[in-house]
């Protein structure tokens, strides 16, 4: 299972697509002393992965003490970061502390274009810079990439970079409107396009070394099954049932696109929250509606809740929208 948290929601860049709104540091953000508590309660749920995000995630100055208190409980830390923190020094540092992998975030291989998406002149460049020292330190890096209309014809030429680059894993985020994405909603892929793309992603897979992954489009694991591709995954849609993200005030919610407050870690203990709350209850008996309701694929897809609740007035058992195959039924 995996957890991610929102360590801060400061950063250091005001991407188009966060889903955090990030920038400002927030009030009351978890301490020291009550991220280890969150940390300790992480792992008695079972949760195995632990990823560090943000907001920018190396911009907390505790960031190397919790990864080592997080390796400490058995958990495996990961990162999902814009990279231009990562000097030499810290990367050994977070090595050094039991860290296990960072995402660093790589959206075009023309350098104006990530720069602006990022609002960050030189972020490319810092980026790429930030994979070089995780690899001279011997730390695995993967590169992550949100797919939007106007570099979605760059996924592989970029896949090919990460394999250049030493990366092991290239992971495609697809849009789901929330927060500051709201604003580009109209960029985002619609449907044919979307299964296209899902489609060249794990053909790629079939001539690269390195893993590919789509994040935020559980369509794959059909598409991966009929184009012969095997994934090491056993589902798309992790919401509420191996997954759910916590906010940097230790709010507890499905995903980091459906916005729906499910609980408070500094009143119920995250452990609680996970077993009990009816929202995941109810996402786990994947009893959903239209089309993913009667899929053959239900139990290894699962729809995009967030995306199913942003188009159907909030109800996250509903049809997801971005699919050609739903209507079709089980077999």
Known sequence: MIVSWNTTNACNMYCDHCYRDAGVKASEELSTAE??????QIAKAGFKIMIFSGGEPLLRPDIVEL??????????PVFGTNGTLLTLDLAQKLKDAGAMGMGISLDSLDQEKHDSFRKYP????EAVRGMRNCREVGLPFQIHTTVMDWNANEVENITDFAVAEGAVAHHFFFLVPTGRAVSIEEESLRAEAYEDI?????MKQQSVPIELKPTCAPQFMRIAKEVGVDVRFGR???AGTHYCIIGPKGQVQPCAYLNIPLGDVRETPFDEIW?????????????????CGSCQYKKICGGCRARAAYYHEGDY???????LYHGRKGV
């Open 198 to 202: 899902l489609r060249r992603i794990m």
């Open 236 to 238: 798309g849609c992790l």
């Open 275 to 291: 077993h009990s709350h009816e929202v995941f209850q109810t996402l786990r008996t994947l009893d959903y509606k239209g089309g």
């Open 122 to 125: 030189g972020a490319w460049e």
């Open 35 to 40: 991220a280890k508590t969150l940390l300790e």
């Open 317 to 323: 058992m509903a049809e997801e929208p971005w699919c």
């Open 67 to 76: 990864v080592a208190y997080a390796k400490s409980l058995g958990l495996r």
